[in-house]
């Protein structure tokens, strides 16, 4: 099976940086990604790390270590827009199908504040 | 704005009712999904399409009944529902399926669905 860890809350203040950790275990690893969901809407892709190392996307980067099993979220520059969820997410392969499964996290709520 | 559409929005009906939810994307994605999201949860899979076949259905309850017309179309049939199916029901597609799609998947706005 697989699953994936990430911490259910974080708060900080604009301006600021904050990081969102995911740890995963998985069975068949194709790459982590990132999803953002606002209170009422759909979740939106973020970014997504196959290799490791940092990919930066303007204010966001995301980290893989596929070593550790491990990537993160830095959020820069925190605005309050970015309240938000954000899923990690791994893909599984099943062998006896010809499509992978999209597993996300449990969400890491973002409470920006003033 | 995203590229995966599906009406309605919103939708409230009986327990003994039939009705559908439609997605559409012109992507030219070949795989095509459906999630069901309760309120604080991540999405959780029902069923993917790749290339117009059915390749997973995550033990899904027969009173959803998905069905994919062509390429561009998804719908989602919904019969004889609960309560508890009340959700956000998320549409999604990806370029393809299987061991060569990646992890971006685009969710469509999604339809909110109460069961009365």
């Known amino acids: 099976g697989q699953s994936l860890e990430q911490p259910s809350e974080v708060t900080a203040v604009e301006g600021a940086i904050v990081q969102i950790n995911c740890t995963y275990q998985?069975?068949?690893?194709?790459?982590l990604s990132w999803y953002q969901q606002h209170d009422g809407g759909a979740p939106t892709f973020l970014s997504y790390n196959a290799l490791d190392g940092l990919e930066e996307t303007g204010r966001f980067s995301s980290f893989l270590s596929r070593s550790d099993s491990y990537g993160y979220l830095l959020l820069q520059e925190l605005q309050m827009k970015d309240s938000a969820s954000y899923f990690c997410a791994v893909r599984e392969v099943n062998g006896s199908s010809n499509t992978g499964k999209l597993i996300f996290g449990q969400g890491t709520t973002l409470q920006v504040k003033p | 704005d995203t590229e995966v559409t599906q009406t309605p929005k919103h939708l409230v009906m009986g327990m003994t009712n039939k009705k559908s939810l439609k997605c559409e994307q012109h992507?030219?994605?070949?795989?095509m999904y459906w999630y069901k999201q309760k309120a604080k949860k991540p999405p959780e899979l029902m069923f993917v399409y790749s290339y117009e076949k059915l390749s997973i259905n995550e033990s899904v309850p027969s009173r959803f009944s998905p069905e994919c017309p062509n390429s561009s179309l998804l719908n989602l049939h919904l019969h004889a529902l609960q309560p508890e199916d009340s959700a956000l029901y998320l549409c999604?597609?990806?370029?393809?399926?299987?061991?060569?799609?990646?992890?971006?998947?685009?969710f469509g706005e999604g339809s909110w669905l109460t069961v009365v």
């Open positions: 999604a597609s990806s370029q393809r399926g299987g061991r060569s799609s990646g992890n971006t998947i685009y």
């Open positions: 992507m030219g994605h070949r795989a």
């Open positions: 998985t069975s068949g690893f194709y790459g």
